[in-house]
């Protein structure tokens, strides 16, 4: 109640229900979710589901870039008249293989975070290909994060999967693409502001949620050393450009936001609170 005194709930729904009506509305679009990895999809992904429902959503993100853009595309071809939502671990693109009206979204995530997020996950998680090697070899992080996938998320962007040389070049269609084929985006690192502008521009219900798959060894960027910073934008110095140009847009793309935004932008992360206190009491989501 405390953490509520102070917020006129009344005023928020209202205003929710107001922006609602300036969102798209096209009842035959199919939304496709770019889910680069460790961006924080999984919980975004339980969000989802409550939007789409399950029968009308599906995930993929089991196998290869490669692999799994090829099954998205193989399910759009079968007959994706049925789905709202479709997305995974797959590059911009797949929307060729269906004559529907469609919008990608995307979340992207600090280049270097990144990196070290996926060292700690290899050593976290046996399934992983390199956690054998890693534990078996007791390899330190600056000489694992050279053996990760370098410059995913301008890989994805530009359309390529997680295999060959990614260029400059790409990293120019990377950018041309999230300026101007993504429809709306945001950062792991403005993950609340970032569910706000989605939540506005589909028109979703409030995306309420709790974390998930939250990596318990990860450490953040502060805690390692300025050589390893250097080792890994060095590694993804493709996507440390992207980045930069991403944080950029997203900071244009806010301002340009209808009336009340900050308002609601402000708002939003003490209702998430409180969600987040009744799941604890209750165990639903």
Same mark, same amino acid.
């Given at each position: 109640?405390?953490?509520s005194?102070?917020?006129?709930?009344?005023?928020?729904?209202?205003?929710?229900?107001?922006?609602?009506?300036l969102?798209?509305?096209?009842?035959?679009?199919?939304?496709i979710?770019?889910h680069?990895?460790?961006?924080?999809?999984? /919980?975004?992904w @339980?969000?989802?589901?409550r939007?789409?429902? $399950?029968?009308?959503?599906? &995930? *993929?993100?089991?196998?290869?870039?490669a692999?799994?853009?090829?099954?998205?595309?193989?399910?759009i071809e079968?007959?994706s008249?049925?789905?709202?939502?479709l997305?995974g671990h797959?590059?911009?693109g797949?929307?060729?293989?269906?004559?529907?009206s469609?919008?990608?979204?995307?979340?992207?995530?600090?280049?270097?975070?990144?990196l070290?997020?996926?060292y700690?996950?290899?050593?976290?998680?046996?399934?992983?290909?390199?956690?054998?090697?890693?534990?078996a070899?007791?390899?330190?992080?600056?000489d694992?994060?050279?053996l990760?996938e370098?410059?995913?998320?301008?890989?994805?962007?530009?359309?390529?999967?997680?295999?060959? /040389?990614c260029? @400059?070049?790409?990293?120019?269609?990377?950018? $041309?693409?999230?300026?101007d &084929? *993504?429809?709306?985006?945001?950062?792991?690192?403005r993950?609340d502001?970032?569910?706000?502008?989605?939540?506005?521009?589909?028109?979703?219900?409030?995306?309420?949620?709790?974390?998930?798959?939250?990596?318990t060894?990860?450490r953040a960027?502060t805690q390692h050393?300025?050589?390893s910073?250097?080792?890994?934008?060095?590694?993804n110095?493709l996507?440390?450009?992207?980045?930069?140009?991403?944080?950029?847009?997203?900071?244009?793309?806010?301002?340009?936001?209808?009336?009340?935004?900050?308002?609601?932008?402000a708002?939003?992360?003490?209702l998430n609170?409180?969600y987040?206190?009744?799941?604890n009491?209750?165990?639903?989501?």
């Open positions: 109640e405390g953490a005194a102070d917020v006129n709930w009344h005023e928020f729904f209202d205003y929710e229900v107001e922006t609602c009506r969102t798209r509305s096209d009842k035959n679009l199919l939304v979710f770019l680069i990895p460790k961006t924080g999809g999984t /919980t975004l @339980s969000v989802l589901y939007q789409y429902g $399950q029968k009308h959503s599906r &995930r *993929i993100t089991e196998g290869s870039i692999k799994n853009a090829a099954m998205l595309r193989s399910l079968q007959d008249s049925k789905f709202g939502l997305g797959v590059p911009y797949v929307h060729t293989s269906t004559q529907r469609t919008s990608y979204f995307t979340l992207l995530r600090d280049p270097v975070q990144w070290f997020s996926s700690y996950k290899v050593l976290r998680k046996q399934e992983h290909p390199l956690h054998e090697k890693f534990t070899e007791k390899t330190e992080l600056n694992g994060i050279v990760l370098d410059n995913l998320q301008t890989r994805m962007l530009a359309g390529l999967d997680d295999t060959g /040389t260029t @400059s070049e790409h990293l120019e269609i990377a950018k $041309q693409t999230l300026r &084929r *993504i429809d709306t985006f945001g950062l792991l690192e993950y502001e970032s569910l706000v502008v989605f939540r506005r521009f589909y028109g979703w219900k409030t995306p309420l949620y709790v974390r998930k798959n939250v990596g060894n990860t960027k050393t300025a050589e910073v250097e080792i890994a934008q060095a590694h110095a996507d440390v450009q992207l980045y930069a140009f991403a944080a950029a847009l997203f900071e244009e793309r806010l301002r340009e936001q209808g009336r009340g935004f900050q308002r609601e932008a708002i939003f992360p003490r609170a409180l987040g206190r009744w799941v009491l209750t165990g639903r989501r």
